[in-house]
């Protein structure tokens, strides 16, 4: 009896090792699937990367969301999925960056890895001193020089103006336009920034300025003699290391006249008879960010005389003003006297979403985009010069074509 009672307790001692060591194994096994589907999620953002690559028309080939595979890979699958990352169309939001799904899937493991991308090619707009998106048309007996490239992607029209050295394109026609450059019709058209998310690391990055902290002098808001810096900020609302301000106007008309900025003044939502007038100076910072962004339609009627310190402003606001005061020097010197003058120029990127109107005298020492049509204004002078800086260092929102993974971002993302 206690022979046949042994035996019993040593079989189910035996069943129960048995079972501990089938569990063990599951368990071993699940581990093992789990850690394999993680790197084939990995592989999977991996393998998204180089079918983007191979693929030029990758935006519509594989829209949002779609699942692209499975595709077999060791002991499971690899799939993925694309999406905007900045809220926008995949398909047309071509300078959004994006965001890639990476699926990994072992039995009944499953492991989603993504990976934020970001075109790293600059727009070839940039390749011009001046791209209009809509129809660019000239004034009559209006002066036009300087260096580089005009073009539109639609027309330019002159008054029988003569652009000098500047060459000139359209994708229909250029007409009544003489000058010793190219002119030519029927080019292919060119690549211009997302309008509606080509300000948003301006929003995201730079300081805001109420527009109710300004003057109002009958229907306009004024921003006349002020300072703005990575270390200076006369408008109040405390400085920004990047030297980029945002001024939302809410559909109000500003006004911008005797500054200096050197940064980055981002105009949002103008009011429709917003201008930049008079004398300013902006330059762009180390960092190549635009000079100056415009949300919607402004006219840019600069003044050919300098900018220059003023010891009796004569406005009510600011009674003084010193442009390069201790954090805005200028060509290296920093003083508190009222004796230097400054060019009355954009020395960068200006970038205006809307229509844009020049008139008086206006001078571009860089590049000018614009988002609508362009009118120049009978008898006014626009000078134009191109340089390369903002091609070779693409700004935020300046760029598209081919993808690079943005540092930082991957993460591993809930399984289904």
């Known amino acids: 009896m206690f022979v046949l009672a ?3 307790v040593i079989a189910v001692i035996a069943a129960a090792v048995l079972t501990v060591a089938q569990v063990n194994g599951r368990v071993v096994s699940q581990a093992n699937d789990s850690a394999e589907a993680e790197v084939l999620a990995e ?4 393998y998204a990367l180089n079918v983007i690559a191979n693929d030029s028309n990758w935006r519509t080939d594989y829209p949002a969301l779609m699942a692209v595979g499975p595709v077999p890979m060791g002991r499971g699958t690899i799939s993925f999925t694309l999406a905007d990352d900045m809220g926008g169309t995949l398909a047309t939001s071509t300078t959004d960056s994006i965001r890639i799904y990476g699926t ?7 492991k989603v890895y993504s990976l934020k991308a970001a075109p790293v090619s600059p727009l070839n707009c940039l390749q011009t001193v001046m791209d209009v998106s809509g129809a660019a048309t000239f004034g009559s007996t209006m002066t036009i020089s300087g260096s580089g490239l005009i073009a539109s992607n639609v027309s330019v029209t002159g008054n029988s103006n003569n652009f000098n050295a500047l060459n000139v394109e359209a994708v229909t026609t250029v007409l009544l336009c003489s000058g010793t450059g190219t002119h030519t019709g029927l080019a ?3 690549s211009l920034p997302d309008s509606t998310h080509v300000f948003d690391f301006y929003k995201t990055n730079g300081t805001s300025i109420s527009i109710g902290s300004l003057p109002k002098v009958g229907v306009n808001y004024q921003c006349f003699y002020r300072v703005l810096s990575p270390s200076v900020n006369t408008l109040g609302g405390g400085t920004n290391a990047s030297g980029i301000y945002v ?3 809410q559909n109000n008309n500003i006004q911008v006249a005797f500054c200096r900025v050197v940064g980055t003044l981002v105009l949002l939502n103008v009011g429709s008879a917003s201008t930049v007038q008079s004398s300013n100076y902006f330059q762009t910072g180390t960092n190549g960010y635009p ?3 415009v949300q919607g339609a402004i006219t840019i009627k600069t003044a050919s005389a300098n900018l220059v310190d003023n010891s009796a402003t004569g406005n009510a606001t600011v009674a003084s003003i010193n442009y390069n ?8 010197v920093a003083d508190t006297t009222f004796t230097t003058a400054y060019p009355s120029r954009f020395d960068g990127l200006v970038y205006v979403s809307g229509a844009l109107t020049t008139s008086t005298v206006v001078n571009i020492n860089g590049v000018l985009i614009v988002g609508g049509a362009y009118t120049g204004t009978t008898l006014s002078t626009l000078t134009l010069n191109y340089d390369s800086s903002s091609y070779k260092n693409p700004p935020p929102g300046f760029t598209g074509g081919s993808l690079a993974p943005v540092s930082g971002s991957w993460r591993w993302e809930p399984g289904p």
Do not use: H, S
């Open 6 to 8: 042994t035996g019993m």
């Open 43 to 46: 592989n999977a953002v991996e």
């Open 104 to 110: 990994g899937k072992v039995r009944n493991a499953t």
């Open 188 to 190: 292919a058209a060119r």
């Open 247 to 249: 001024i939302d106007c």
């Open 291 to 293: 000079v100056l962004m």
């Open 325 to 332: 005061q201790t954090g805005a020097p200028y060509q290296g």
